[in-house]
């Protein structure tokens, strides 16, 4: 399937997550400051988005590996919606099983009133099992758990003040939750690479969120998704994480899977996702420092994206 639109693109913030398989080093030592003048930078930039991780507690035997830091992402993205004004507010994912429906609804709903309606919740099952237990749930159960949340939010998120959902985990009515969101439908966004996770996606979710999937494994994942929404009606986002980038030619050693190279280069080995069905891609920038990083993202802005 040939892919004719503009190919958008958007950003997993750094500092706000700190797993040692992209952390930079400088992320260590940055702060709220670094945050906002990424997401500004980000937004001026034309990034259609600016995402936000969700962990609640690190177990000791993932500490070295994820380390600890792991900013909420509702109060993340509620102090940068503050400081922006344009760009989406995206989770990439919140791990909504480990809440209840309808706290997770009051948490986002806010979020999207207050922000203008620039909320994308993007969604996933989760993958540590001390966290599930420390929160009193079955980590065994979190596929079915998400399938439940994702059917109870779209729910609780809708235009009605008192939402109704009844399931075999959760069940409520004749509860009402205002401010309601701004958005008529708040897009659900639904994470993972497993056969469960595309078939989740494509059944009830508003797009999808591939976790670290090759580009070679792309074009089979978005045939699965398309086989399954053959009768499924209402726009369908499917998304792509790149390879970590770096614009120009780098004078240190930024790795061998990242992408280097001029604008024209760029765009090119890019557009590549267009054509595979990809309507969106999350970009990583490699970089010594905020500054670099925002230099990377206006650069990025001007001169790569007119080409995607």
């Not at 760029?266 to 490699?286: T, W």
């Amino acid at each position: 399937m040939k892919h004719t639109q503009r190919l958008e693109y958007g950003i997993q913030l750094p500092v706000q997550s700190q797993s040692t398989i992209y952390a930079e080093p400088w992320e260590a030592d940055a702060g709220p400051g670094d945050l906002v003048a990424v997401a500004r930078a980000a937004e001026s930039a034309g990034f259609a988005y600016v995402a936000c991780c969700d962990h609640v507690a690190i177990p000791r035997r993932l500490a070295p590996a994820m380390s600890t830091i792991w900013y909420d992402p509702v109060a993340t993205l509620a102090y940068l919606a503050a400081a922006t004004e344009r760009i989406r507010l995206l989770s990439h994912v919140a791990v909504v099983g480990l809440r209840h429906p309808l706290l997770t609804a009051k948490q986002y709903a806010t979020l999207d009133h207050l922000s203008g309606g620039r909320l994308i919740l993007g969604v996933g099952a989760g993958h540590v099992q001390e966290e599930f237990e420390a929160l009193g749930f079955d980590f065994r159960q979190r596929g079915a758990l998400l399938d439940e949340c994702v059917d109870a939010l779209h729910a609780a998120l809708g235009p009605d003040e008192f939402p109704e959902h009844h399931g075999k985990l959760y069940d409520f009515e004749g509860l009402g939750q205002r401010p309601r969101p701004a958005q008529p439908h708040v897009p659900l966004w639904v994470g993972g690479s497993s056969p469960a996770a595309v078939r989740r996606a494509a059944l009830k979710g508003d797009g999808w969120l591939p976790q670290g999937d090759p580009r070679d494994r792309l074009p089979a994942q978005i045939a699965r998704i398309h086989e399954l929404r053959q009768d499924r009606q209402g726009p369908f986002t499917v998304g792509a994480i790149a390879e970590p980038l770096y614009l120009g030619r780098p004078a240190w050693d930024v790795g061998r899977r990242t992408l280097t190279g001029g604008p024209d280069q760029l765009a090119e080995s890019l557009r590549a996702y267009g054509e595979m069905g990809v309507h969106q891609i999350q970009v990583r920038f490699r970089s010594r420092g905020t500054t670099e990083l925002t230099d990377q993202i206006t650069a990025f802005g001007a001169e790569v994206a007119p080409h995607l």
